[in-house]
């Protein structure tokens, strides 16, 4: 096979940041994917309706021209969050989901929810109108092994969630281990996951490889080799409650390579290139258009893409950097080269 065509992919977790970054970062998604959710963790968060148009209006005016692509737009939730508002931002096209960030889980998650039950209206408002909620499924407390965070959410938050709410749609944003995996696979249909292509590229050993590597830190943090054996396998299985989610996380060189290192890997770049290595490497090319295309949007209840891309078979080389709005970023597998590349169209 030297050539793959596929339904145009949609990106189901990206963060696009605002500013001079949002103009340097953007175009990377938007030339790949129609369409993405927009993660809200912005400085102030995006928590109400008018904050979320007012920046959807700036993404799209940082498009280059002959781009089509559709901001998603989320909600940041917090504990005095307004169900009412959340109601009228999902019925007015404007809010697709909301996700919620447990407080001080990562990159300004300050104003995040310190207890579901804060949340409880939302919840109920969301499970009624059938908006998606997107979680940071990690806990916060300092006494959990940061490898071991997203199973103990899992037992001890999420698990009661789907119980409590159990119409609600739920998507574990970038899993990262066999335990969420399974967990997924065996819930019910209102679950499902997303998961990045670096989780599925490398475990925790690439932070740690002759010397400390803060390029391959993100959160949550990459775990053992058969935590990513088994996300691989979750992705490529065929099951419609596992679909693409970058979560493609930019931050300025020095931001990475400090003393406390921000938490983000930019994998906008070459993200589709990046999964279809994955895929390719575990001879799955023939589920990769639902994980990248179909299974997002059918959760969602969105139609599908109708446009088509092809990957070519073709060796391209990764950059040692990305200037981003005058920003150095360095992005995934940087320095590498890539086995795929998306044809010109
Ligand atoms: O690594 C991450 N970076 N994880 C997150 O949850 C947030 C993100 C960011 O915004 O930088
Ligand atoms: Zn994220």
């Not at 129609?34 to 005016?61: C, F, G, K, Q």
């Not at 899992?154 to 995996?181: G, Y």
């Not at 179909?294 to 446009?307: A, I, M, T, V």
Request: glycine content about 6%; hydrophobic content about 45%; proline content about 6%.
């Amino acid at each position: 096979m030297s050539t793959f065509t596929m339904r145009r992919p949609d990106d189901w977790h990206v963060h696009l940041r605002d500013g001079p970054m949002l103009a340097g970062v953007v175009n990377f998604t938007a030339r790949q994917f129609a369409r993405a959710i927009v993660m809200p963790n912005l400085n102030p968060p995006v928590t109400t309706v008018a904050a979320a148009e007012a920046y959807r209006s700036r993404i799209l005016a940082a498009l280059e021209p002959g781009l089509s692509f559709t901001p998603l737009m989320t909600c940041y939730l917090t504990d005095g969050i307004d169900a009412g508002e959340i109601e009228r931002g999902f019925a007015a096209g404007v809010f697709a989901a909301c996700k919620l960030y447990p407080a001080h889980a990562t990159t300004n998650s300050s104003h995040g929810v310190t207890d579901i039950k804060n949340i409880r209206a939302a919840l109920e408002t969301m499970q009624r109108i059938g908006m998606p909620l997107l979680l940071h499924g990690e806990v916060t407390d300092k006494h959990v092994d940061i490898f071991d965070r997203e199973a103990v959410f899992i037992d001890t938050i999420l698990a009661k969630l789907v119980r409590d709410f159990p119409a609600l749609k739920i998507v574990l944003e970038h899993i990262t281990t066999e335990e969420a995996a399974n967990f997924v696979a065996d819930g019910p249909a209102t679950l499902a996951a997303t998961i990045t292509p670096h989780h599925l590229d490398y475990n925790r050993n690439a932070m740690f490889e002759g010397g400390i590597r803060p390029h391959f830190y993100c959160l949550p943090v990459a775990k053992r080799e058969h935590h990513r054996l088994a996300l691989r396998k979750a992705a490529t299985s065929g099951s419609p409650k596992f679909f693409l989610g970058t979560d493609s996380a930019p931050h300025a060189v020095s931001a990475k390579e400090t003393a406390c290192g921000c938490a983000g890997v930019f994998c906008a770049p070459h993200a589709i290139e990046s999964y279809a290595k994955v895929f390719d490497e575990e001879k799955a090319m023939d589920r990769f258009e639902a994980f990248a295309s179909e299974n997002g949007p059918r959760f969602y209840g969105l139609p599908l893409n109708e446009e088509r891309i092809t990957l070519e078979r073709e060796g391209q080389s990764v950059p040692a950097r990305v200037s981003a709005g005058g920003t150095e970023i360095v992005p995934f597998h940087a320095g590498a080269t890539l086995g795929w590349r998306v044809a010109a169209s």
